[in-house]
């Protein structure tokens, strides 16, 4: 049977979708897309902040190990003295890793140098604190590294949604 047969026996439709049928399903399609597109926005600020924080974790984990094999002091240096302009691993002045600027996300850190000792330690008996929160989006959740004396980073997130308290365990 030809085609041409196959279109004139009654009962039978033709393959393929109406206009009217294209346009509901590209209109539908339009109002899930309109739906779910702030939160594929608020999907990606996300992101950002999770990586930079997974970033400099890693860095630090980074400097302490270093630190302990050389048995020397290595230091997390913020890059132009703002941990948003990124930051550098260093032995003395040789640079062992560099982090680039940081896009979409503020960074508050300590003032100056996170330096480990030989023994992985951290000078002193205080903890160092870091933020980072989305420069994009508010209701983004902010992220905190907080590292204590014995040199281990751990990440917090704010579960207030309060920034000026930092991140609450």
Known sequence: MTAALARRRPGHRPAGFTIIE????????GILAAYGLPELRSL??????RGVTTDLVASLIYARSEAIKRNAQVSLVPTGGAWANGWTVQVSTTTLRAQDPLTGVTATGPVGNVTYRGNGRLPGSSQVLFTFRSTEM?????????IDPSGRPTILMDNDTDTTNGCTT
């Open 22 to 29: 294209l346009m509901v399903t590209v209109a539908i399609a």
């Open 44 to 49: 990606i600020y996300n992101q950002r902040v």
């Open 138 to 146: 508010s209701r983004v959740t902010m992220r905190c590294v907080v």
